[in-house]
């Protein structure tokens, strides 16, 4: 067997404790409630991987230029629903720090994390335990998923100022010298949260009372409607999950009663309302249904590639869906 030569032996021990090093350093940095800080230059942003598109976006607006932010679901696509694919993993082993909204929506991406080398506590959730869901349920009143909470915390835009300083605090442990840098821009974005709110609230406040009542695909609504003063009269498909199982004859009848009863168009989620939707829409002679991007940003340049004009143009269709015709 051939000997090798000294200079050779030492590369190769070199670049084991490397490749140690690197391993240990993703575990600790997952594993516990904060990783490390990371030796960075101003050229060398810090690497963020978000579950899904609109926590991806807080980490732009927070992080800023020192922040390298990706999402594992792409644009115009079901976070409920997807299915991780072996690039994603990659993705996530490459990160120094992972964000997600709620462990009880994107139980998928716990799950990849924990098979990426950390725990459940891998990831920054910045909702663990969602407040209770405001809605009325599906159609037979169930509450939003298995635990009685509602995930989709980004619906109320106030809600969501603790989540992005939560986040500032979390790059700041990441990277020290950019802590003063993420909490102001945390804060510049909870005064464009609150300006968000009050121009949402003046157009929503115009909808006459006995329209302000939301129909929808799933029961995802709640945390808006219980912010701007409407009523979820009703979802098609039970629990906040998109995932959820098609409702009984009976309990889609009692829907299509009481949409018919209101008069209001039904809201869906979907680039085209589906067979269930139109279904509803016509047995209960309503107007066209509109489409609400509630789960996912579009992509880039459209103008809701962004959280805060997602969610005006949501507001905007739902003040011009309810307000009273002619």
């Known amino acids: ?58 980490v732009r607006e927070v ?44 139980t998928w991406f716990a799950a990849l994390t924990r098979r990426a080398g950390g725990g459940a506590n891998a990831v920054l959730w910045l909702a663990p335990a969602a407040a209770k869901s405001h809605s009325a349920g599906g159609t ?15 619906l109320d ?13 979390r790059l700041g442990e990441c990277d020290p010298a950019g802590a003063a840098h993420y909490a102001e821009n945390a804060e510049r974005y909870a005064g464009k949260l609150r300006a968000l709110d009050e121009r949402s609230r003046a157009a929503l406040a115009k909808i006459p ?20 003063d409407l009523t979820v009269g009703g979802s098609i498909i039970r629990g906040a999950s998109t995932e959820g199982a098609d409702p009984p004859a009976g309990e889609l009848a009692a829907l299509i009663r009481r949409a018919r009863k209101v008069g ?4 869906h989620d979907e680039p085209a309302a589906g067979a269930l939707v139109l279904t509803v829409t016509r047995e209960a002679a309503l107007p066209p249904p509109v489409r609400l991007r509630t789960e996912s940003l579009a992509p880039p340049p459209a103008p809701a590639s ?13 003040a011009g869906a309810l307000a009273e015709k002619p």
């Open 1 to 58: 067997m051939p000997v090798r030569p000294l200079h050779a032996l030492l590369a190769l021990v070199h670049a084991l404790l490397a490749f140690v090093a690197t391993g240990a350093a993703f575990a600790a940095g997952t594993a516990g409630d904060a990783p490390p800080p990371v030796p960075r230059s101003p050229e060398t942003p810090l690497r963020v991987v978000a579950s899904f598109t609109i926590p991806a976006d807080w």
């Open 63 to 106: 992080g800023g230029a020192r922040v390298s932010a990706a999402s594992i679901v792409p644009p115009d696509a079901d976070p409920h629903a997807y299915q991780p694919l072996p690039a994603d993993m990659r993705l996530l082993r490459s990160a120094t720090l992972l964000v997600g909204v709620s462990p009880e929506m994107e």
């Open 140 to 154: 037979g009143g169930a509450d939003c998923c298995a635990s009685g909470r509602d995930p989709h915390v980004w």
């Open 157 to 169: 835009p106030l809600a969501v100022i603790p989540l992005v300083r939560a986040l500032a605090k």
């Open 209 to 228: 009372r006995h329209r302000r009542v939301l129909f929808s695909r799933h029961d995802n609504l709640g945390r808006l409607a219980a912010r701007y």
């Open 264 to 267: 209001v168009p039904l809201f």
């Open 306 to 318: 962004t959280y805060l004009d997602m969610f005006a143009e949501n507001i905007r269709a739902i």
